[in-house]
Nanobody
Framework: VQLVESGGGLVQPGGSLRLSCAAS???????IGWFRQAPGKEREEVSC????????NYLDTVKGRFTISRDLNKNTAYLQMNSLKPEDAAIYYC??????????????????WGQGTQVTVTS
């Protein structure tokens, strides 16, 4: 499945963005992960949703501010980001895996990746 992210942009601290991840095919049967990578840093998983949708995980630093969701009818996953901080600035990637039923934060577990969308948080 091919993935295309959108929704990134420039926002002030405290602002919100909603990232979208549109899939070329069905997302049913895929675990979805949202990752980010800031300059000079490792790619890290921000959030994950299991195949069933019943399990969601979040990076500690985004808990309570970010929400992962999906619409299987639209083959689209989302990451709602509220109360954004300068340290949230990064390129955000969505990823999908048909091999992992539960969440995984290993990039090697994901087979499909989007091209990334830039999130900039600055006053």
């Amino acid at each position: 499945v091919q993935l295309v992210e959108s929704g990134g942009g420039l926002v002030q601290p405290g602002g919100s963005l909603r990232l979208s991840c549109a899939a070329s095919g069905y997302l049913y049967g895929y675990t979805i992960g949202w990752f980010r990578q800031a300059p000079g840093k490792e790619r890290e998983e921000v959030s994950c949703m299991s195949v069933s949708g019943s399990i969601t995980n979040y990076l500690d630093t985004v808990k309570g501010r970010f929400t992962i969701s999906r619409d299987l009818n639209k083959n689209t996953a989302y990451l709602q980001m509220n109360s954004l901080k300068p340290e949230d600035a990064a390129i955000y990637y969505c990823a999908a895996s048909p091999r992992v039923y539960y969440c995984s934060d290993y990039t090697s577990d994901y087979d499909s990746w989007g091209q990334g969308t830039q999130v900039t948080v600055t006053s």
